[in-house]
């Protein structure tokens, strides 16, 4: 498998000499600069890779080329930034980059409540609170009907919850559930957010899989051309908040994605993390029934809690069997031949040591990123010695 890791660009205070020194052999990076739906230009695209090449990194992947919500929502410009689409597509490949990542989450990227969650050792990391989000939902988006999607206890408790939050706490839940999180393009008001939910709400899933069969319909005949694989990544988290349609959460959601449109540049970007904060998903299962599908990984635990909520974990202390998952994609890297290395990343990290001493990323810090690294490198490197 092939160590890879995650840097937002020139601004991102983890640097690519500090990335060098972390033994990694790739580099997944985005033009988080560009607007959203503009097209990646090749010179902008040069600019990146000669950064890169300055410590000997290839850009390996694409994390992420955003959809823009016109695609998802099927908006009547949609065929302008399906255009712009493609043809950053096609000046990627003219610069040899052939790996890109996207999602086709509704309106928000990842969501969390808390992004300063703290272990009992210390180490600090991100949290999705169930109360939270339905406390959010109900008293303060004030959606109509929202109680109806939480069990009478979660409403209660969120009852509570709201009438404890101050001012300062009620304007940092928001904050950190409309904020655009690494990766993310879009950062919402309130206000906004109210209308763009009621398109999705009409939309509904099936909806959304239209105007994605679409998008897969304009986009896989040029990717199969260009030699690029298009890594769909999962819903974050993989079920409905705020009544939202999901359409990569589960799967069956992938077995459509994978049934539907059969095609080599059609693959999955498996989190780990992401489909594990579902109780309903076993992802053990899931990734030996699509592992041929694989193309990307990210690695990462979560600890799930009985209300829904979940926090990401220490990489061997969640809930997911972090030695079967790691075990499976080695099988499955011996499979294709080591000539073939799968890319996977550690995923979020968190933030231990000197990190505190850094603004990093939420869930992007140099040395708990690079700890769950080197767990991960002894222990793929010791399945591949011995299975
Ligand atoms: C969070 C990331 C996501 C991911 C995009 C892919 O850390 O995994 O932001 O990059 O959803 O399009």
Known sequence: MKQTWRWFGPGDPVTLKDIRQAGVEGIVTSLHHVPNGNVWTRSEIRKRIELLSKYDYDWDVVESLPVHKSIKTGNSDRDMYIRNYIRSLENLSDEGVNHVVYNFMALTDWTRTDLDFYEPDGAKTIRYDAVDIAC????????????????????????????????????????????????????????????????????????????????????????????????????????????????????????????????????????????????????????????????????????????????????FEGSLDMTAIVKLLVIEQKNRGFDCPIPFRPDHGQSVMKDFEQQTYPGYPAIGRLKALAELRGLIKAFEHTL
């Open 136 to 315: 959010f939902d109900i008293f303060i988006l004030k959606r109509k009907d929202a109680e109806k999607d939480y069990d009478p206890d979660t409403v209660k408790e969120a009852e509570k919850r709201n009438a404890e939050l101050d001012r300062i706490s009620r304007k940092r839940l928001i904050k950190i559930i409309l904020m655009g999180l690494p990766g993310t393009v879009d950062d919402i008001p309130l206000e906004e957010f109210r209308k763009k939910l009621e398109i999705y709400h009409r939309l509904g899933k099936e909806g959304l899989r239209r105007n994605f069969s679409w998008f897969m319909e304009k986009v896989l005949p040029v990717a199969k051309k260009l030699n690029i694989i298009l890594s769909i990544h999962a819903d974050d988290p993989p079920f409905s908040i705020f009544g939202l349609p999901r359409i990569v959460s589960t799967r069956e959601d992938l077995e459509y994605i994978t049934g539907a449109f059969n095609s080599d540049s059609n693959a999955l970007c498996f989190c780990t993390g992401t489909f594990g904060a579902n109780k309903s998903n076993n992802v053990l299962k899931m990734l030996e029934n699509f592992s041929g599908r694989i193309s990307f990984v990210h690695l990462r635990n979560v600890k799930k809690e009985p209300d829904g909520s979940f926090y990401e974990s220490k990489i």
